[in-house]
């Protein structure tokens, strides 16, 4: 459920938080088809601010007031709407690419996070995206596997400028 909708089911009267707008704006990590979702809203956005741009200047007779100075106000318009279309498809493109990297690293580190628990008392219980980074969530008993042949695992695919993060818990219980 999208920030938006949380706020229309409370009534109105809640604002939402700054991660909330995050997740209902930006594309993120997280379930393929809702990411798909959001690009094809993100697309349809962009489709309705331009013809709205295109209705006020037409309802605003700039046709007419361009074609009254000589001016050839169809090439003009053709430039400005393709520079427009520009500005938007390049960081759109930007981040479409970031999240699709994002989401091959961690399918990536997923697995390699499987492999690195095989046959051992310790289970992976989940590898999510925080901001940048990628972390992994490990359960078990006793002592973890090396850390050094996941390192090697991750870092085939991985750059080392996205830090991947493990957290352990033991799951050791102490009587007081």
């Given at each position: 459920?999208?920030?938006?909708?949380?706020?229309?089911?409370?009534?109105?009267?809640?604002?939402?938080?700054?991660?909330?707008?995050?997740d209902g704006l930006f594309i993120t990590s997280g379930?393929?088809?809702?990411?798909?979702?959001?690009?094809?809203?993100?697309?349809?956005?962009?489709?309705?601010?331009?013809?709205?741009?295109?209705?006020?200047?037409?309802?605003?007779?700039?046709?007419?007031?361009?074609?009254?100075?000589?001016?050839?106000?169809?090439?003009?318009?053709?430039?400005?709407?393709?520079?427009?279309?520009?500005?938007?498809?390049?960081?759109?493109?930007?981040?479409?690419?970031?999240?699709?990297?994002?989401?091959?690293?961690?399918?990536?580190?997923?697995?390699?996070?499987?492999?690195?628990?095989?046959?051992?008392?310790?289970?992976?219980?989940?590898?999510?995206?925080?901001?940048?980074?990628?972390?992994?969530?490990?359960?078990?008993?006793?002592?973890?596997?090396?850390?050094?042949?996941?390192?090697e695992d991750v870092r085939q695919d991985v750059p080392?400028?996205?830090?991947?993060?493990?957290?352990?818990?033991?799951?050791?219980?102490?009587?007081?």
């Amino acid at each position: 459920m999208g920030w938006l909708t949380r706020a229309i089911d409370a009534g109105g009267d809640r604002r939402a938080t700054m991660d909330e707008i995050e997740d209902g704006l930006f594309i993120t990590s997280g379930e393929r088809r809702a990411k798909i979702s959001q690009f094809w809203v993100l697309l349809v956005l962009a489709s309705v601010i331009a013809a709205g741009g295109v209705l006020v200047f037409t309802a605003a007779g700039y046709a007419r007031v361009a074609a009254a100075r000589g001016r050839h106000p169809r090439r003009r318009a053709k430039v400005v709407i393709t520079v427009f279309v520009l500005l938007l498809l390049i960081p759109l493109t930007g981040a479409s690419f970031r999240t699709l990297e994002y989401e091959l690293w961690m399918r990536t580190t997923d697995e390699a996070a499987h492999r690195w628990v095989e046959g051992t008392d310790w289970d992976v219980s989940g590898v999510t995206q925080a901001g940048n980074d990628i972390v992994i969530t490990a359960l078990g008993q006793g002592d973890p596997p090396s850390i050094k042949a996941l390192r090697e695992d991750v870092r085939q695919d991985v750059p080392s400028s996205v830090d991947v993060l493990v957290i352990e818990e033991s799951g050791k219980t102490t009587a007081l």
